[in-house]
């Protein structure tokens, strides 16, 4: 299946919870959960409430929308949490949320997961000093996640970058926004990733 480029707001109003897809819009009154807090469609209202499966399967389409990723993609990643150490829900989200779009949306580079996947596919970002063009790279920590010198240049991304420093960024970042670059410190943990995510439930629907 393509990768969806449609409205992006509807996906929000979809799963009953806010993706933060749209950047700064989610933020403000205009944001349209905000205004219909209700699923699309014309029987949008009407919708009986979901059960067992369907509750896990939300909750996987909700997470998979939210970082941008393809059902393959997905299933991948599940597999390589379920075959690490630890609790697979908690490692599930670790590999997601450090995927290079993601930390480089995390550092504030970028208002939204969408605009940092750009940003990497079209040769904006370094990584520990080489131009590195794809968003699915999963960092290490210690790795150094920069601007390339010509982008520094853009509006939109020093919008982006002053935004972030009111906001700030995660424990596990570092971000260095007078020298346009951020650091991975360390992996992030459960806590770090503040969305609310019940992976358990993705879990329970790919065991069974």
């Known amino acids: ?56 399967l939300r909750e996987k389409q909700k997470v998979k929308r939210m970082y941008g990723v393809l059902e393959r993609q997905f299933r991948n990643y599940f597999a390589k949490a379920a075959k690490g150490k630890g609790i697979t829900g908690a490692t599930l989200l670790q590999l997601l949320e450090r995927r290079l779009d993601n930390v480089v949306y995390r550092l ?16 904006h970002i370094r990584v520990d ?48 926004a007078d020298q346009f670059r951020g650091t991975v410190k360390q992996l992030p943990a459960r806590e770090d990733v503040p969305m609310p995510i019940q992976e358990q439930l993705i879990v329970e629907l790919y065991s069974k």
């Open 1 to 56: 299946m393509a990768r969806y480029c449609g409205p992006v707001c509807r996906l929000c109003r979809r799963e009953g919870s806010k993706l933060f897809l749209k950047g700064d819009r989610c933020f403000k009154e205009k944001c349209a959960f905000e205004r219909r807090g209700y699923a699309p469609g014309q029987h949008g209202r009407r919708r009986s409430k979901v059960q067992g499966y369907g509750v896990q």
């Open 108 to 123: 504030g580079f970028a208002s939204s997961r969408a605009m940092a996947r750009q940003l990497v596919s079209h040769g």
């Open 129 to 176: 000093g080489r131009k590195l063009s794809v968003p699915s790279a999963v960092l290490r920590s210690g790795s150094v996640v920069a601007l390339d010198d010509a982008s520094r240049k853009n509006d939109q991304i020093k919008i982006c970058l002053d935004t972030a420093r009111g906001r700030g960024v995660p424990g596990w970042l570092e971000l260095d």
